[in-house]
Each structure stands twice: as structure tokens, then as C-alpha cells.
């Protein structure tokens, strides 16, 4: 018993030390100096908000509407037990287009104390862009407010201006 | 005497919390100060302490301590002389300073609220001559100190110590009060509130076992009608059909009553269940909305300081004299009566209060005394009454006024009441305009003030003799209310009008409505109330003739409107919640709420209803102009032709009779290429196509629109039971404008995705 015991270590330092001189370090991957966005889908429009201010993505299931407020305030949902705004991006950047929105998911945005849900045609997911990829001045920009946009990049994904657009003075209602 | 006792005794309480906070901020002093001794800890220290002990022996005294404030006194000057001349505490000195302290935290804690009688002193006398004979400082007052101290000073000074400190550790545990922060005790209570929703649902869950039971028994009495002919059936049928027959009627009955068992059962404990939750909700409620009740005195600060300040502005000797401050009052009605009374005050002095020469020469005393009292009245309500020794309201410059503003003629003025003119001094147009001197400034504020009260709940009156005075009297509730609402539906919409807003609630058709006016206006008792439609203000559309409406009697006073719903569905317990950022503040809206079924409902705020009700009736053109654009825009719903394509009739005919009950003209086609040949010969406004077709889907059906077609911008609804991403995406890429899974089909949702695209 011992005997086969003692070959079977045998057997398994062997195999460690020749793992060990097969062994190279992982290649990291060069990555460039940037951030990861939540890039949605808004009037056939790509937009990309800094994973900092994306709190969740959430299924809205059912809004109730305010009335007696602007257009682009779609109204309120209850998130687990706490009241959320929901806007919609399109008439505040003048894009309303005559489509109804193609999917049920919002993306809960966060500034601080400041907590909205943006309606989305669709929610694509996580994506890495780097600095020096977005231009700042673009002319497929001039139709957005300049102060709420950064730039856009080579996928014609237009970043947000989350420190801008989201907060109370920008999207206050106050009547 | 009584009171003298009582007031004693909340002044002692008083006093042991603060002492004990001066105490136990010295025993963290010394503490920290014996782990790191140093003359500049030590000075320091001595600043803080000195501090504490001076506001102790002025608040020992008040209470007749003696004892405590000689300590304290004696302390002080040994730590006067250690400051001055720059000495650091010793240790032992620092030990017989806490030892102290926590004898005099026993003597504070022992305290008897009532006789004001405490233990421990002969302990702390010990101590006190104990540490003046270390600290070389002869007492004065003690006969035999020294003497007494040997002869008791057997007991080991470290025991004596644990004794003290475990003392100490006791009494903190048992004082009866503990300070948190009213941030956090308001969040506390606000989620309690929400407590209600449960109530709601418990009673929900109720009504729902009742209908299950309802809907069993139907099928149950149905059954016992046609069982013997199915019996009947089954005996003529052959013998083995009958005996399969019997074994289901057989076990459809055990199942049956076994369903009816169950639910009884079901039933009994959300009985039991509907009982405790409402009993422990609204216990809870009461005892949290009692936790935020202050006394009105916590005012008399503020308000002696305004008083003070306008009367010295206007050089006048005024005073004070406030009655009832005990009253415990609602943190939040506080809060909101702060500003009204404010005003009132200022108003008092400023127009009330003559100048003190035509005091003296009117005969009256040169000081002038506003007296606010307050006294409990049943049923939870305070009055407080605002009363000056001034001029008083001249009735006849209302009188006067009234006239020439056209609000009355001369005649009816003369009939007119004094508490009806006094209450145009409310109006907010009153006297805002032209200087008139006895009542100019109350035009506006009052206004506000009458608001105020009212959205507490309360109500506001003026009593007044020339030249004795004016009395402004209030009703206030001392508590929030629980709060009930109407859900009232307009517009497909469940809305939620505040119980308390409404005086009653009337079916237009069951009283007289007719136009007075060029205004709607129906009859209510005896009077004529002009009618609002909620939708008009909301900007909603209208579902129903007016006829069909239920009308809300709002308004308080003379002044009702009457606020026109769709339907009025019930009344249920609220729990408001104000609207999250960045709705600051939204017309008309006071905030949203849950319903039993779980769903969000918007609160109204009738004040701004009725406002803007106001506003429209005094504004007919604008409502009609509005009327107008609606009915234009409803019009137009007739003329807008729709294609309708769907290769199954089922589908055609129930996508046809929505659209058309809802005014479109509606063609149907069989499949993508019927559909493509009818666009050829006519025009239509919009498509809604399925997806799955024979010869033509509905994505090449699209497609060739977008791309062959010259109408190529015609919106496109797809409706189709596929579900998946992919098709989606399929149906956003060929063109489609709106996506629609027949799954999560709803009537409501296809005509406002219809409304908004054409």
C-alpha cells in the first residue's frame, strides 16, 4: 500500500515540476485607457452611459402616468417599494419619432441622490470604449444638446453627459 | 398647587436628562484624559469640564440641589485655579473627579420626580470631602469631614469604585428616555405608513375568497339542477359507461366539497388574519404619530422674539401671553401652523396695536397684551385663539369696500352678516389693491393663512370690536389623520381624490344640470355649483357624457365646485407618498399612492384643482377652445382609415372591432399580398399586419412598403404571437414601427400605440 502510495506522489511531483517549467504568465491583453459604458438602444439611436451612474437594468412592467407633466416625463413606477421617475430620452433630445418603444426594459440611472429610469428600445449590454475612440465633435451631433452629450465613437454609439443630464436642475418639474 | 407640581415634576425630568448628559460628557473627559495625561489635554479637558459643571450648578440649583451645585461649585474653583496657573491635573485628581461625577450620576438618576427627594447624597458628600482634603483644600462648611471620611474610608477605594461604575451602568439602563435623531424617527414613521397597504390587501384577499366562494357555489347549485338527468343519462347508457360515470360524479362531489371545506377554512383565517393586522397597523400608527407630538411651547421662543422685534420696530410695548402651551401637537402641523401664526402676529401688532399715543389718548394702558391661548377640544382638535387689546376691524370700511369693488351693492351689504364680511377679509383680491389703512395688508396674507389652516384640516375665524380688539380663532386637528380617498376613474386612469376634500358625492343624472351663464351648473341643495371635468383640468380626454359622470362637491365654504369623474369605484385607506425627483412639484398632483389591487394610483391636490377650476370657468374661451381641439382631434379618428391584415378571421374581426369602437375606418385583407393590392388602390393612414402569412408575410409585406412603395413613411404595427428577440429585431430591421406580441395583447395598448402613431 505505502509503496504504491509513495510512487503515486512520486508520480504527481514529476507532473508539477514539469507544469511548472511549461508554465508561461497569461498575455494580458493591451487594453487602452477608457471605461465601460451600458450601451442601449433608443429610436434606432445607440447610447452609451458610464457604468458608474447605471444602477440596474430593470423589466417595467406597468408606469403610471402623471399628468400635467412635460412629454418626456413617462411617468412613475414603484421600484421594491420606492417610487422611481421614468423619462423618456426621445423628447428631451427631440427625436420623437413615431415609434412605440420595442422593448420593456429601463435602465436605472444613478447621481448621487438623483434616481431616474430611462425607456429603452433595447438594453445591448456592456461595452468597453476607450478615451481617444470618442470624438467630440461630430456632426451627427449638432442635433443633441451639447452639454449632455460627450461625443460619439466609431460605432455611432453617442455617449451621455451622465454628470449633466442627470440631475435635478436639467429634468426638475416644477410647476 | 397641582400644577405647580406637575410643572415641577417635567422640570425635574428635564433636568436629570440634561445632567446626565453633562455628566456622562465629563466621565468621557476624564476618561480619555487618563490615557493620555498632558498639560495640553489637560487644559483643554478643564475648558470642556468647567463648561458642563457651570451649567449644572445653574441647572442643580433650579431644581434645589443643593449638594450637586456646591460640588460642582467646589470642582469649578479647583479646576479654575488648575487653569490659571497652567497645572496639569494630577491622576488621583482626575480619579476623585470621576469618582464624583458618577456619585453625583446616582444622586441625578435616584432622583424622584415627584418629592424631588434623592439617595446617594451621603455618598457624594463622602466623596466631595474626600477629594477637597487630596486636593489640600480645606472645606469650610464641614464640621467633621476629615473624621468622617477615615472612619468610612475601610472600604477598599477600587471596590468603592466598581460599586459606583456598576451603579452608574444601572441607572443609565433605566432612565427612561433616549435621544435619536428626528431624521431617523420620521423615516421610521413614514414607512409605518405604508403599514396600510397591508390592511388593504388583507381586506383584498378577503373579498377575493368571497368571490372564489360565490363562483363555487354557482357551480355547485348548477350542478344539483341537472345531476339527476346526468344520472338518468348514465343509466341508460351500458353498464361499464355507467359505472365510470358514477365514480366521477362520485369524486366530483367528495372534490367539490372538499374545494368548499378549504375555502371556508381559508376564509375563517383571513378573518383572523384581516383582525390582527388591522389591530396592529393601526396601533402602531397611532403610537408612532404619537411619538412625533410636541408641545406648542416649543414655539413661545420664536414667537416672543417676533413679537418683541416688529413691536420695537414699530415703537409699541407689547407682551406676550401665551395659555395652554402644554398642548402636544402633530411635529408636522406644527410645522405648517408656524407660518400662519406668524403672520397673525405680525398683522396683530402691525395693524391691530395702535401707536401707544392714541393708546393714551384712547384711555387704554400703554403696554398691549396679545394673548394666545390654547385649549383641547373633543375629538383631537385644538383651538387657538390670537386676541389683541387694538383698534379691532372697522366693519364699515369692509362695508365700504365691499361696494366699491362691486362685490356686493350697498343694500346687501347692509344685510350682509358680520362673520360674511369678516370673511372677505380672506379673499385674496380683497384689499390688495388701493391703500385702505384699517385692513390694508390682510388682503393677501390671509388668504394664504386660510389656506393653510384649511389644508391642515382646520378652520379660521374673525371676532372683533372696535376698539377692544380682534380675536383670530383656529381649529386645528392636534394629529394627522389617517387618510382616505375616492378612486375615481377618468380616462382609463384611477385617480385618487382625498376623502376629506369632498362633501359629497352625486350622479349628475339625479339632479338638475343645466347652463347658467354660458357655464354648466347643477343643483346642489340650494345652490348653483359650477361643474368641472377632472379630464379638462388633467388635460385627459373625456370617456362619458356628462350625464353618465359622477360629480365631486368640492370646495370648502361658500365657494363650492363641483368636480366631474367618469365613475367613482370606491374609498380605501392612502398612504401618500410624495412624487420622487425631478418631480418637484407637478400641477394638480399631490403625489401617488398604492391601491388594494397593488397597482400606483395618482393623489389629486384639489386645491390646485379647484384653483384651476377657477381659472377655467373664469376663462370659458380657453375651455372651449380646448373643447374644440379635443372634439377636432376626435373627429379626425373617423377619418383615418386602418388595414387590418391577418390570415385568421379570429384575429381580423377582434382587431377590427377594437379599432372600430374606437372611431377608425377599418379594412381587413387575408394575407401580405391581398393587403398589398388594396394600398395599391387606397390610401390608408396606418397597417397592422401579422407576421406568419400564406403567399406574403408580414416582414416581406413590410419591407417591400418601405422599399417599393410611395407611401413608404406609413407606420407599421406588426402583431404577432412569436415572442422571440429575433423576430423582433427582424421586424425593427425590415421597417417596422411598432412591435406588437399578441401574448401580452391588450386593447388599451394597441389604441394608444394607434393614437401615437397616427
Known amino acids: 500500500m505505502s509503496e504504491d502510495a509513495g510512487r503515486k506522489a512520486l508520480e504527481r511531483n514529476i507532473l508539477k515540476h514539469r507544469a511548472m517549467l511549461l508554465a508561461r504568465p497569461i498575455e494580458k491583453p493591451f487594453t487602452p485607457p477608457g471605461k465601460q459604458y451600458v450601451v442601449f438602444e433608443l429610436a434606432k439611436e445607440k447610447f452609451a452611459c458610464d457604468i458608474a451612474y447605471s444602477d440596474e437594468v430593470i423589466v417595467v412592467k406597468s408606469i403610471l402616468t402623471i399628468p400635467c407633466t412635460p412629454q418626456y416625463i413617462v411617468g412613475v413606477l414603484s421600484l421594491r417599494g420606492s417610487l422611481v421617475t421614468v423619462i423618456d430620452l426621445r423628447y428631451f433630445f427631440n427625436m420623437q419619432e413615431k415609434t412605440v418603444l420595442g422593448s420593456d426594459r429601463a435602465l436605472v440611472i444613478k447621481n448621487g441622490d438623483f434616481r431616474v429610469a430611462l425607456l429603452t428600445d433595447d438594453v445591448v449590454g456592456l461595452q468597453y470604449i476607450a478615451h481617444d475612440e470618442i470624438q467630440s465633435n461630430s456632426t451627427i451631433l449638432y442635433n443633441f444638446p451639447k452639454e449632455h452629450v460627450t461625443g460619439i465613437n466609431n460605432e455611432r454609439t453617442i455617449i451621455l453627459n451622465p454628470q449633466s443630464l442627470f440631475k435635478k436642475e436639467v429634468l426638475e418639474v416644477n410647476q | 398647587m397641582s400644577v405647580d407640581l406637575e410643572f415641577l415634576k417635567k422640570l425635574r425630568e428635564a433636568f436629570q436628562i440634561e445632567a446626565t448628559e453633562h455628566l456622562e460628557e465629563v466621565s468621557t473627559t476624564l476618561l480619555s484624559l487618563e490615557k493620555n495625561p498632558g498639560l495640553a489635554q489637560s487644559q483643554a479637558s478643564i475648558e470642556k469640564m468647567l463648561r458642563n459643571f457651570h451649567s449644572l450648578k445653574g441647572s442643580s440649583r433650579a431644581v434645589n440641589l443643593s449638594l450637586i451645585e456646591k460640588t460642582c461649585q467646589e470642582i469649578e474653583s479647583i479646576l479654575v485655579e488648575h487653569k490659571s496657573a497652567s497645572r496639569e491635573l494630577s491622576a488621583d485628581l482626575t480619579d476623585d473627579l470621576y469618582k464624583l461625577a458618577c456619585s453625583m450620576l446616582s444622586c441625578v438618576t435616584s432622583l424622584d420626580l415627584a418629592s424631588g427627594n434623592t439617595s446617594g447624597e451621603n455618598e457624594l458628600e463622602k466623596q466631595l470631602t474626600g477629594a477637597l482634603f487630596r486636593s489640600s483644600k480645606v472645606p469650610e462648611l464641614e464640621s467633621n469631614p476629615i473624621s468622617d471620611y477615615v472612619s468610612n474610608g475601610g472600604d477598599s477605594p477600587g471596590e468603592n469604585q466598581e460599586d459606583v461604575k456598576v451603579q452608574h451602568h444601572l441607572a443609565s439602563l433605566s432612565t427612561g428616555t433616549m435621544r435619536v ?124 422674539r417676533i413679537v418683541r422685534d416688529i413691536a420695537k420696530q414699530q415703537s409699541k410695548d407689547v407682551k406676550l401671553i401665551l395659555a395652554g402651551g402644554e398642548t402636544e401637537i402633530d411635529r408636522h402641523i406644527l410645522d405648517d401652523f408656524k407660518e400662519p401664526m406668524i403672520h397673525l402676529l405680525r398683522n396683530s401688532i402691525d395693524h391691530g396695536i395702535e401707536s401707544t399715543k392714541d393708546r393714551l389718548e384712547k384711555g ?102 372696535l376698539n377692544e380688539g380682534t380675536t383670530f380663532r383656529m381649529i386645528v386637528p392636534v394629529r394627522r ?27 349628475v343624472r339625479d339632479c338638475d344640470s343645466r347652463i347658467v351663464q354660458g357655464r354648466w351648473t347643477l343643483t346642489f341643495g340650494e345652490r348653483l355649483v359650477p361643474m368641472v371635468w377632472l379630464a379638462d383640468i388633467l388635460d385627459l380626454d373625456n370617456k362619458v357624457d356628462h350625464e353618465e359622470a359622477v360629480a365631486l362637491i368640492c370646495g370648502k365654504g361658500d365657494y363650492p365646485v363641483a368636480i366631474l369623474v367618469e365613475e367613482v369605484t370606491g374609498e380605501q385607506e392612502v398612504a401618500v407618498s410624495p412624487l420622487p425627483t425631478p418631480l418637484t412639484r407637478v400641477r394638480h398632483i399631490t403625489g401617488a399612492t398604492l391601491l388594494k389591487t397593488g397597482d400606483l394610483a395618482a393623489v389629486i391636490n384639489v386645491n390646485d384643482v379647484l384653483s384651476s377650476a377657477h381659472l377655467l370657468g373664469s376663462n370659458a374661451d380657453a375651455l372651449e377652445a380646448r373643447r374644440a381641439r379635443k372634439a377636432k382631434t376626435g373627429s379626425n379618428a373617423a377619418t383615418k382609415k386602418i388595414l387590418v391584415t391577418d390570415d385568421s378571421i379570429t384575429s381580423r374581426v377582434l382587431l377590427k372591432n377594437i379599432l372600430e369602437s374606437n372611431d377608425y375606418q377599418v379594412e381587413v385583407a387575408n394575407d401580405g399580398e391581398d393587403a398589398w393590392q388594396k394600398l395599391q388602390t387606397k390610401r390608408f393612414d396606418l397597417l397592422i399586419t401579422d407576421v406568419e402569412m400564406p403567399k406574403m408575410s408580414g416582414f416581406e409585406l413590410t419591407k417591400k412598403i418601405r422599399t417599393e412603395s410611395t407611401f413608404s413613411d406609413m407606420p407599421i404595427i406588426v402583431v404577432t404571437s412569436l415572442a422571440s428577440l429575433e423576430d423582433r429585431k427582424t421586424g425593427v430591421e425590415v421597417g417596422a414601427s411598432a412591435y406588437f406580441v399578441k401574448s401580452n395583447f391588450e386593447k388599451s395598448n394597441l389604441i394608444d400605440m394607434v393614437k401615437r402613431l397616427i
Not at chain 2, 369524486?251 to 384581516?274: A, C, I, P, W
Not at chain 2, 385663539?385 to 372697522?394: A, E, L, N, T
Not at chain 2, 380616462?491 to 358625492?505: E, Y
Request: hydrophobic share 35%; with cysteine; net charge negative.
Open chain 2, 181 to 304: 435623531s428626528v431624521d431617523r424617527m420620521e423615516e421610521i414613521v413614514k414607512r409605518l405608513e405604508e403599514l396600510v397597504y397591508a390592511k388593504l390587501v388583507a381586506d383584498q384577499r378577503l373579498t377575493d375568497c368571497d368571490d372564489l366562494q360565490s363562483i363555487l357555489g354557482k357551480w355547485t347549485r348548477q350542478w344539483h339542477r341537472i345531476r339527476p338527468e346526468v344520472e338518468n343519462e348514465a343509466q341508460k347508457s351500458g353498464h361499464k359507461q355507467k359505472n365510470y360515470i358514477q365514480e366521477f360524479i362520485d369524486l366530483h362531489d367528495s372534490f367539490v366539497g372538499r374545494l368548499q371545506e378549504k375555502l371556508l377554512n381559508l376564509e375563517t383565517s383571513f378573518q383572523q388574519e384581516k383582525r390582527i393586522t388591522h389591530n396592529l397597523v393601526d396601533g402602531l400608527l397611532e403610537k408612532s404619530r404619537e411619538l412625533t407630538m410636541t408641545p406648542f411651547s416649543v414655539l413661545q421662543d420664536l414667537f416672543e
Open chain 2, 364 to 465: 387704554k394702558p400703554e403696554q398691549s397684551n396679545i394673548r394666545v391661548t390654547l385649549s383641547m377640544i373633543d375629538s383631537g382638535k385644538v383651538e387657538i385663539s390670537i386676541k389683541d387689546d387694538g383698534r379691532g376691524i372697522d366693519l364699515a370700511k369692509i362695508k365700504e369696500r365691499a361696494v366699491s369693488m362691486r362685490i356686493m351693492t350697498p343694500e346687501k351689504a347692509e344685510e350682509t352678516s358680520e362673520q360674511q364680511l369678516y370673511a372677505l377679509l380672506f379673499r385674496s383680491s380683497f384689499s390688495t389693491k388701493d391703500e385702505v389703512s384699517d385692513i390694508s395688508g390682510r388682503g393677501i396674507g390671509l388668504a394664504i393663512v386660510k389656506e393653510t389652516i384649511e389644508k391642515l384640516g382646520g378652520q379660521i375665524e374673525i371676532d372683533s370690536k
Open chain 2, 481 to 507: 389623520a389617517t387618510m382616505f380617498g375616492v378612486t375615481a376613474v377618468v380616462d382609463n386612469q384611477t385617480l385618487v381624490v382625498p376623502t376629506s376634500a369632498i362633501r359629497s358625492a352625486i350622479r
